[in-house]
């Protein structure tokens, strides 16, 4: 199955970063997600199974599930979130929103660029509701596109696809609504897909800005837009062209760029979302 089984081990936030006593093991194909408590994680991992697990067996991995692991207590102990023993090919992920209200879940076949999409609302108090009172609704119930949420505030919604719209796009949804029909548009266009060039990845930046990356002429493109209004703001600069990659958090205005050319080996640059400085 070409991947080894991880153990996943935590550190206490502090100078010493100490070492919890907590430890995940097998996990595979897995990222992991916190609960917006700060008391626990989600994660995926696979049951045990017969012969080799260092990454050079060939039998295939069956029958993920997702748990919800609180710090402080043994695997045993884990919430099991989801899983579908009808289906022991199918993967799956966690995302919490960043208000702390709602919490989807992805359904991944293989290695097919398409994903199913369902989301639940949290408790109040932003902690994990037992796994018999979490009602998942469906956004999208059949692999034919990509679906990825970037942005939630309330019940809006932002998610990025390729649903009639090959090169991507974002779309502004109502998570309040019943349902979304199958056969009805997912949402209205909130920056609708560029005519010419792909749209390859979206950060958030400050809590109002969508930083947006485009494959332009072989070369990445950064836009600058408003989240509430999906109206563009600004293009970043850079004194070169090629590959660029970032780091940024959603409350605050420092972004981090790396930029490789196509004779430079990379350069770091610090830009400001508020004042355009670089």
Known sequence: SSMHFLST????????FDHLEDVLERVKYSSTCWSKDNKGVFYACYPQQEGKTDGTETTAAHGQKIYYHRIGTKQSEDQLIHENPNE????????CSQDGKTMFKYVQKGCERTNKLYYTKLNEDKSIPNVEKIEWKTIRDEFKCQYSPIWTDGDVCYIQTDEDAPKEKIIKIDLSQASFPADQPLGPDHIPEHPDNVLSSVSVCNMKHFIVNYMADCKDQVQVFDIETGKFSHDIEFSDMGSIGWSCRKYLSDIYFKLTGWVNP???YKYNIDSKEM
């Open 88 to 95: 022991p090919e199918w993967m799956f992920g966690i995302q």
């Open 9 to 16: 081990k935590f550190n206490e936030e502090t100078n010493q």
């Open 266 to 268: 990379g350069a770091i």
